[in-house]
C-alpha cells in the first residue's frame, strides 16, 4: 500500500504515525498506572477501575459547565482544576470503598475481583440516574484542539501533547512516591507481612486506605484525560478495563517499569499492526501474542507474587 | 574414593544464583544409604534452597544431584516424588479442608494419574494402611478430624505419616521440631527415631540438643557453601563453626 | 396484503367520518363518542390485552447497558406519541397502556422479555429494539406468538416479515441518494469508508462500495476500515486517510467509538470544512457526546433532522422538549421511533380492530401525514417511503438540510445488484 | 463406600421433584421456558463448582465455552434450516442467509461436517474441551494461576467475542445465528417442542449433577481441593498438578457446551453476547450467589438470581442494577460461603436435629469420611 507516494509524504506519514504510537502508549500508561498501584502494589483486582475513570471524565464534565456559568472568561485553563477535582474526587470515592469493602478482602483476591465488579454495576447505574443514559459533551478550549503543524505536512494533536505531559507527569510522581519516598516500602512491607508491618509502627490500615485511594485518584486522573479524546457515558468505562489489566499483567504487575515497559510494546504493535491491517485483527492479534507472550514467560513478567 | 553412585545421593557443584546473589555456591556432599545426615547453619546460610534444589522445587544453576541413579535436576517435581525422595516443609504443609483419613489417603502411593484418581478405590489395603500410619504419628483417634484443628504438633506429625506412607528412599525433614512444646518434642523425637530407620535422612534443625541425639553426620553450610563436616564432636570443636554458628 | 382489497372499506370510513362532522350535531357530542368505542369482542378477536376501555402495548428497549446511550430518545418519543394518543381520543376509543421493560443491551435478554410481552401480557403492539441483533432475537418470537413490532433504526434490510413494521430506512434508501449527492455536488471520485465492525456498517459500506464502483462514473473506493465496536484509538486510520487523500471520508462509526474518532480527526488536522465526510450514523443524539466543534461541517445522509423546517416538526420538536427536557435534542432514529405508535393507531383504526392479522392486513398503504419528517406512507414490503436529506453539521450541534429528493425514496430492503 | 449419604439422597430427590414436577406445574410455559433457560446456566456454574470451588481456579471465559457449545448446536440448526427451498430467493441458494449477505458462494469446509447431527453433538462437547485443553496446557503447565489465569481467561473471552463478530461472514457476526427452526424436521419452536426440552434439560442437569458428584466423590475430588489448599503439598506427594487442573479446567468446559447446546436448542438462536466477559463474570456470580462448593446450592443461586432479576427488571430496572450489584458485594463479604453456607449454618443442624434418621445414612467409620462441604456436596 506505500507504492506510489512520494518519499516525502512517506516521512511525513512515518512521523505522524511515530507520534501516533506514542500517543496511544501515553494514553496506555495513564491507564494503566492506577491499576498498577492498586493490582501490583496491593494485590487488588479492582474490576471498577474504568468506572472510575469516568467518575474523571464526569468531574471534568462538571467543572466545564461550572466554569462556562460562573466563570466564562476563565474557561480555558478549566481542564487544569478539572483534573484536580478528579483526582480529589476519584480518590476520596476510592479510600471511601476501601474503608467499607476492599479491607474486609485482602485475604481474598480474587473476590474482590467479584466485589469490585459489583460495585462497577452499582456505580454506573448511579452515574445514569444523575447524568442520564445518553453520553455528555464535555467542551474544550479551543487552543487544546486542533492539530500543531510542524511542517506543511506534519501535523501533531494538541491533545495528544497534553496527555503526553500529564502522562509523564504522573508517572514521574508515582515513581517518586513510590520508589524514592518510602511510601513503596511501607506498602510492601504492609503486603509482606501485616502483623510484622504493624509491630514495626506502620500504620497498615492509612497504608492501604491512602495507596488504594491513590490509585483510584490516577484513574480519576486518566478520566479527565480522556474527555479530550473519547467518550463520557455511564457504560464507557468498560471499554478500558480489558487492555488495562493485560497491561499491568504483561509488565508484570509490581515494577514500574514493567507496566511502561509493557504500555510501550503494545501500543507500538498495535499502532503499527492497525496501520497495515483492520482495526479489528490487529487487536486480535496482539492480545494472542500478549497471551502468548505471558505463557512462554511468565517467571520473567510476572515479578510480584500475590498476597495470599 | 568411592564413584558418586555409589552413594545414595550425590550432591556435586550445586550452584543456585537469584539476581546473581549465589544461594548455593558450588556444593558438594554425599549421602550414605541408611544415613541420618543434619544441616546446620546459621540464618541465610541456604539449608532450605539445599532441600528445595534436590526435591525439584528451585531450579539448579549448575551442578548435579544424583540420586540411585537419576539426574534430580533434570526431572519435574512429582517424578523425583516418585523416584523416592519425600520432603517436608518448614511449616506444617496439610490439607486443612480434609480430614486426617483424607490427608494420608492422597498421599498412598496408588492412582496418581488423572484417571488413576478417578478410579481410585478405597480398599482394605488402603485403609490398612492409613490406619497403622495413623497409630504411627499418634493421631489414630483423629482419622476424622479435619486437619483444620489438629495441634501445631500434630500438624506435624500428620506431615511426616504423609511421607511415611510413600515410604521414600530419602526424608528431607525442614525443621522437624520447630515451635514445638517439650513434650510433643519429646514425642517427635521418638516419632523420628522410629521412621529414620531403615532409610536414608536429610534434616535442617538448629535444636542442637535433638541435632546431637540423632545425626550420623553433620553438614555446616554458611554461605551456600560447606564450611564444615563430619561428627558432631568434630563439628563442635571446629573452631570455624564456633566462630560463626555455636559461637554467636 | 395488496392494499386493494381494503381500499373499498377504508374509502367507506373517510367518506363516513367526513359526513358525520360535517353534521352539526356531530360536532357537539365529545370527541370519543365518535370515534364510538366499538365492542371489544369485535376489534379483538384473538384475546390481546384489550378492554372496553385501555389497550396495553409495550415497549422494549435498553435503558440500561451500553446500547441505553442510543435507545434513550427512542423510548422517550415512544411515550410522547402514546401520550399524544392518549390525549386526542386514545386508538379504537380506547386508552394505550404501556408496559415497558429493559432489554439490558442483551440480545437473548430481549428475546426473553418479547416473549413475555407477547405471551405473558398479550400487548397489541410493541415498540422497540434498536440493534439489529435485537431485532434478529426478537424475529422468531414475534412470528411464533404473532405480535406486532414497530422497529425505529435505520438498519441493513435484507429483511422482511410481516409481523414488523420498520419506520426506519433500510440501507439503500439511507445511501444512495447520499453518494449520488455528494458525487454530483463536490465531484467527489475516491471514497474512505470507515465502520464499526458488525453487520450493518459491514452491509452498508457493501452497498456504498457497489454504487460507488457501478454506478458512479470514474469512482473508486481507496480504503476500507473495521474497528471492534467500542474501539477508542484512530489515530492510525486517520493516518492511513492522511495518505490515500480521499475526496470523501464515508464514515459509519458508532456507539462511543464515534466520539473518539471525530475529536481525533479534528486533533489530527483534518477540517472537515474542507475534507468531505459523510455520515449515516451521526445524529443529533451522538453529536451531543461528539461536540459541535468536533464534528462542524461534516455531512449526514439521513431522513429527519431536528432542524426540519415544516408544520409538524414545528409543533413536534416543542412538544418533546416539553416533556423531556428543553435541552434534549432529537435525532433521526427517535423521530422514526415517534412514527411507530401513530402508525399503529391509524392502521387499527383503518382495519377496525386490534387482531394481529387484520393489523397486518391493513398496513400497506397507510399515510400519515403528521409525521415531523413530513408524509410517509407504509409500502407493501413493510418500510416507509421516505425522503432521504443531506444535513451539514453546525457547531451548535444541529445539522443544516443542504439537500432533500424531491420525491419519496422506495424502500428495497433486498435491492438487486447491491448483494 | 456409600455413593450417596440419605442426606445427599433426599436434597437431590427434593431438585429433581422441583425441576421436573414443581416448575412444570407451577409455571406458565413461557416463563417454563425462561426457567429452562436459566437451567443452561446450571451447567456452568456446576463445572465451577469443580473448577472454583474445590480446585480454587477461577475462569473469567467460561462464557466461551458455553457459547462454542451453543454454537456448535446452532450450526447444525442453521444448515437444516437452510434448505435451498427455504433460501431460494439468495444469490446462493441452500446456505446461510448471512453467508449470502456477505458474499459467501460456498458453505465453508469448516461448516461441512455440521450436516451430520451426530458430529455436531460430539463438537458440542469436543470444541470446548479442546480449547479447554489448550489453554490448561499452555496455562497450567507454565504455572499460570490465580488472578493471572483469571484475567488470562477474560482476554480469551475478548479475543474471541471480536473474532466471532469480526467474522460474519462465517459465524453471523453480532447478531448471532437466528432463525433456527427444526431438528430433524422436528420444529423447535412450538410450545409443546419447548416443554419436551424442557425436560430433556432439566434431566440432562441432573445427570450432570450426579456425574460431578461422582468425581467430586473420588480421590481426583479430593485432591482438587487439597490443590486449592496446598499445591506444593499436593505436587511433592507425586502428582502431576497440572495434569489434574487441565482435567477439571476440561470437565468444566464440556459440561459448559452441553448447556450452550441445550440454549440455543430452547431459546432458538446463539448469539457472541454470551461468549463475551460480562455473561462469563455473571455465571461466576450465580456460582458465588449458591456457594461455590456446593453443586446443588449452586443450581439454586442460578435460578433464584435469574428469576430475582426477571421480576426486578419488570418493575424497576434502574433498582435491579443496584439489587444486583449490591447482591454480588453482599455476597462475596459477609456470606462467601453462598445459599449453601447459609444452609449449612443454620438449617442443616435443625434438619439433624428433627430428622435424625437421615443422619444414618453416614456411616461412622472412615469409609465415609466426608469432606468439610459434604453437607453441601449434594444439599
Not at chain 1, 494514553?27 to 475513570?53: C, K, P, S, T
Not at chain 1, 487544546?144 to 503543524?149: E, I, L, S, V
Not at chain 1, 515513581?175 to 509502627?201: E, T
Not at chain 3, 411515550?79 to 394518543?85: D, N, R, S
Request: aromatic fraction near 10%.
Amino acid at each position: 500500500m506505500l507504492a506510489g507516494y512520494s518519499l516525502g509524504e512517506l516521512g511525513s506519514i512515518m512521523a505522524m504515525q511515530g507520534f501516533a504510537g506514542l500517543i496511544l502508549f501515553s494514553v496506555f500508561v495513564l491507564m494503566a498506572l492506577g491499576l498498577a498501584v492498586i493490582f501490583g502494589q496491593m494485590g487488588v483486582i479492582n474490576m471498577a477501575h474504568g468506572e472510575f475513570m469516568i467518575l474523571g471524565a464526569y468531574v471534568t464534565f462538571l467543572t466545564s459547565k461550572l466554569f462556562t456559568t460562573y466563570l466564562p472568561q476563565a474557561f480555558g485553563v478549566y481542564f487544569f482544576v478539572a483534573v484536580v477535582l478528579a483526582f480529589i474526587v476519584a480518590g476520596a470515592l476510592g479510600m471511601l470503598v476501601e474503608w467499607a469493602l476492599i479491607r474486609r478482602l485482602y485475604k481474598r483476591p480474587l473476590d474482590t475481583l467479584l466485589a469490585t465488579w459489583g460495585l462497577s454495576l452499582i456505580l454506573q447505574q448511579v452515574y445514569r440516574s444523575i447524568f442520564g443514559a445518553r453520553e455528555v459533551g464535555v467542551d474544550q478550549p479551543d487552543w487544546m484542539m486542533g492539530a500543531m503543524n510542524i511542517t506543511n505536512s506534519i501535523q501533531i494533536p494538541i491533545n495528544g501533547l497534553i496527555v503526553m505531559v500529564l502522562t509523564t507527569f504522573i508517572a514521574i510522581g508515582v515513581y517518586l512516591l513510590i520508589f524514592r519516598m518510602g511510601w513503596g516500602k511501607q506498602v510492601r512491607a504492609v503486603m509482606a507481612n501485616r502483623a510484622m508491618a504493624g509491630a514495626v509502627g506502620i500504620d497498615t490500615e492509612r497504608v492501604d486506605r491512602i495507596t488504594f485511594g491513590l490509585g483510584c485518584g490516577i484513574a480519576g486522573i486518566a478520566g479527565s484525560a480522556f474527555t479530550m479524546i473519547g467518550s463520557t457515558s455511564p457504560t464507557a468505562g468498560q471499554l478500558y478495563i480489558v487492555d488495562t489489566f493485560l497491561i499491568v499483567v504483561f509488565g508484570g504487575a509490581a515494577s514500574l517499569a514493567g507496566t511502561i515497559a509493557s504500555a510501550f510494546a503494545i501500543s507500538q504493535a498495535r499502532s503499527t499492526l492497525e496501520f497495515f491491517l483492520s482495526g479489528s485483527m490487529a487487536q486480535v492479534i496482539v492480545l494472542l501474542a500478549v497471551i502468548a507472550i505471558l505463557m512462554i514467560r511468565p517467571q520473567g513478567l510476572f515479578v510480584l507474587k500475590v498476597r495470599r | 574414593m568411592q564413584t558418586s553412585t555409589d552413594y545414595l545421593l550425590a550432591v556435586e557443584g550445586l550452584t543456585v544464583s537469584f539476581d546473581g546473589f549465589r544461594a548455593v555456591d558450588d556444593l558438594s556432599f554425599y549421602l550414605d544409604r541408611n544415613e541420618i545426615r543434619v544441616i546446620i547453619g546459621p540464618n541465610g546460610a541456604g539449608k532450605t534452597t539445599v532441600l528445595d534444589l534436590i526435591c525439584g522445587r528451585t531450579r539448579a544453576t549448575a551442578g548435579s544431584v544424583n540420586f540411585k541413579g537419576h539426574e534430580l535436576t533434570k526431572m519435574r517435581e512429582h517424578e523425583i516424588v516418585r523416584a523416592g525422595v519425600g520432603r517436608k516443609f518448614q511449616t506444617p504443609s496439610i490439607y486443612e479442608d480434609l480430614t486426617v483419613f483424607e490427608n494420608l489417603e492422597i498421599s498412598y502411593p496408588r492412582g496418581r494419574s488423572v484417571f488413576g484418581a478417578l478410579g481410585f478405590k478405597r480398599d482394605a489395603a488402603v485403609r490398612e494402611r492409613v490406619e497403622q500410619i495413623a497409630r504411627d504419628i499418634f493421631l489414630a483417634d483423629h482419622l476424622d478430624q479435619l486437619a483444620e484443628y489438629l495441634s501445631h504438633g500434630q500438624k506435624q506429625w500428620l506431615e511426616i505419616g504423609m511421607l511415611l506412607i510413600q515410604d521414600p528412599a530419602l526424608l528431607m525433614l525442614d525443621e522437624p521440631v520447630a515451635g514445638m512444646s517439650v513434650s510433643e518434642r519429646k514425642k517427635t523425637a521418638e516419632l523420628l527415631h522410629r521412621v529414620i530407620q531403615d532409610r536414608s535422612v536429610l534434616v535442617i534443625e538448629h535444636d542442637m540438643g535433638f541435632v546431637e541425639e540423632i545425626a550420623h553426620k553433620v553438614t555446616v553450610l554458611y554461605q551456600g557453601r560447606v564450611l564444615s563436616e563430619g561428627s558432631v564432636a568434630r563439628v563442635k570443636a571446629d573452631p570455624k563453626v564456633v566462630e560463626v554458628y555455636l559461637g554467636h | 396484503m395488496s392494499d386493494d382489497a381494503h381500499a373499498p372499506h377504508s374509502l367507506f370510513r373517510r367518506r363516513l367520518m367526513q359526513g358525520l362532522v360535517a353534521l352539526p350535531a356531530a360536532a357537539m357530542l365529545p370527541r370519543a363518542a365518535w370515534a364510538a368505542s366499538p365492542a371489544t369482542a369485535a376489534v379483538n378477536t384473538t384475546g390481546l390485552a384489550v378492554t372496553d376501555d385501555t389497550v396495553t402495548v409495550g415497549i422494549l428497549h435498553s435503558i440500561t447497558g451500553t446500547m441505553a446511550i442510543s435507545e434513550t430518545g427512542s423510548v422517550e418519543a415512544e411515550k410522547l406519541a402514546i401520550a399524544q394518543i392518549n390525549e386526542s381520543g386514545g386508538v379504537l376509543g380506547r386508552q394505550i397502556k404501556i408496559i415497558q421493560e429493559d432489554g439490558a443491551s442483551d440480545w437473548p435478554n430481549f428475546a426473553e422479555k418479547a416473549k413475555k410481552l407477547l405471551a405473558s401480557d398479550h400487548c397489541a403492539a410493541v415498540f422497540g429494539c434498536w440493534t439489529s441483533a435485537s431485532r434478529k432475537a426478537v424475529l422468531p418470537v414475534f412470528e411464533q406468538y404473532n405480535g406486532m413490532l414497530y422497529y425505529p433504526t435505520f438498519y441493513e434490510g435484507l429483511e422482511q416479515s410481516k409481523n414488523v413494521i420498520y419506520t426506519g430506512q433500510e440501507a439503500t434508501q439511507q445511501i444512495l441518494a447520499g453518494l449520488d449527492w455528494v458525487n454530483r455536488t463536490k465531484g467527489s471520485k475516491s471514497f474512505y469508508l470507515l465502520g464499526s465492525d458488525y453487520i450493518w456498517p459491514r452491509t452498508s459500506n457493501k452497498i456504498a462500495r457497489k454504487h460507488i464502483e457501478a454506478h458512479l462514473t470514474g469512482c473508486k473506493v481507496v480504503g476500507e476500515d473495521y474497528f471492534p465496536l467500542g474501539h477508542t484509538q484512530f489515530n492510525s486510520v486517520i493516518n492511513k486517510i492522511k495518505l490515500t487523500k480521499p475526496d470523501v471520508i464515508y464514515a459509519i462509526i458508532v456507539g462511543g467509538s464515534n466520539v473518539a474518532f471525530y475529536k481525533q480527526l479534528n486533533a489530527a488536522g483534518i477540517d472537515l470544512s474542507k475534507q468531505t465526510l459523510l455520515t449515516i450514523s451521526v445524529t443529533e443524539d451522538e453529536i451531543v457526546g461528539i461536540g459541535g466543534k468536533n464534528i462542524a461541517g461534516a455531512f449526514a445522509c439521513m431522513k429527519y433532522f431536528e432542524s426540519l423546517k415544516n408544520p409538524n416538526n414545528e409543533k413536534f420538536v416543542p412538544a418533546f422538549q416539553k416533556m423531556w427536557g428543553a435541552n434534549t435534542v432529537i435525532g433521526d432514529v427517535t423521530q422514526a421511533a415517534y412514527l411507530g405508535p401513530w402508525l399503529w393507531k391509524l392502521t387499527a383504526e383503518k382495519a377496525g380492530s386490534f387482531d394481529i392479522d387484520k393489523i397486518v392486513a391493513a398496513s400497506p398503504g397507510i399515510e400519515f401525514k403528521g409525521a415531523p419528517e413530513g408524509y410517509v406512507r407504509i409500502h407493501e414490503n413493510h418500510h416507509l417511503w421516505s425522503k432521504t436529506r443531506v444535513g451539514k453539521a453546525l457547531v451548535n450541534g444541529q445539522y443544516e438540510v443542504v439537500y432533500e429528493t424531491s420525491d419519496l425514496v422506495q424502500p428495497n430492503p433486498f435491492p438487486k445488484g447491491y448483494q | 463406600m456409600t455413593f450417596l449419604t440419605r442426606k445427599d439422597m433426599l436434597w437431590f430427590v427434593v431438585l429433581a421433584l422441583v425441576l421436573l414436577i414443581v416448575f412444570p406445574l407451577g409455571l406458565e410455559t413461557f416463563r417454563l421456558n425462561l426457567f429452562g433457560k436459566y437451567l443452561t446456566y446450571g451447567f456452568v456454574v456446576l463445572g465451577l463448582v469443580l473448577c472454583w470451588g474445590d480446585a480454587g481456579i477461577l475462569s473469567l471465559g467460561q462464557g466461551v465455552f458455553f457459547g462454542l457449545g451453543g454454537y456448535c448446536m446452532a450450526m447444525f440448526l442453521k444448515l437444516e434450516a437452510s434448505t435451498p427451498a427455504a433460501t431460494k430467493i439468495q444469490s446462493t441458494p441452500g446456505i446461510p442467509d448471512f453467508m449470502d449477505w456477505n458474499q459467501l458462494t460456498a458453505l465453508p469446509a469448516f461448516w461441512q461436517p455440521f450436516h451430520s447431527l451426530a458430529f455436531s453433538l460430539v463438537a458440542v462437547v469436543a470444541v470446548p474441551t479442546l480449547l479447554a485443553f489448550g489453554i490448561g496446557l499452555a496455562m497450567f503447565t507454565r504455572r499460570v494461576g490465580g488472578t493471572y489465569f483469571a484475567i488470562i481467561t477474560q482476554a480469551f473471552a475478548a479475543i474471541l467475542t471480536i473474532l466471532i463478530i469480526g467474522q460474519q461472514g462465517y459465524t453471523g457476526g453480532v447478531n448471532g445465528m437466528t432463525d433456527l427452526r427444526t431438528l430433524l424436521g422436528w420444529d423447535i419452536r412450538t410450545d409443546h417442542a419447548k416443554m419436551i426440552l424442557y425436560f430433556v434439560n432439566a434431566v440432562l442437569l441432573l445427570g450432570a449433577a450426579l456425574l460431578s458428584h461422582v468425581v467430586r466423590r473420588s480421590k481426583l475430588g479430593r485432591i482438587l481441593v487439597a490443590m486449592r489448599d496446598k499445591e506444593d503439598r499436593v505436587r511433592f506427594s507425586g502428582y502431576n498438578v497440572a495434569h489434574f487442573k487441565i482435567f477439571v479446567f476440561c470437565f468444566a468446559a464440556a459440561l459448559a457446551g452441553v448447556g450452550g447446546a441445550m440454549f440455543t436448542l430452547q431459546v432458538g438462536f446463539m448469539s457472541p453476547s454470551f461468549v463475551g466477559i460480562v455473561p462469563s463474570i455473571e455465571l461466576v456470580i450465580y456460582c458465588a450467589v449458591g456457594g461455590r462448593t456446593s453443586l446443588l446450592g449452586v443450581i439454586y443461586g442460578t435460578v433464584l438470581v435469574c428469576a430475582a432479576r426477571a421480576a426486578f427488571s419488570e418493575a424497576m430496572p434502574q433498582l435491579w442494577l443496584f439489587a444486583m450489584g449490591s447482591l454480588f458485594i453482599l455476597v462475596v463479604v459477609a456470606f462467601p460461603t453462598g445459599l449453601a453456607g447459609v444452609y449449612r449454618t443454620y438449617l442443616d443442624p435443625r434438619l439433624d436435629r428433627l430428622l435424625p434418621w437421615l443422619g444414618r445414612g453416614r456411616a461412622p467409620t472412615t469409609a465415609t469420611v466426608e469432606r468439610p462441604m459434604h453437607a453441601a456436596a449434594m444439599e
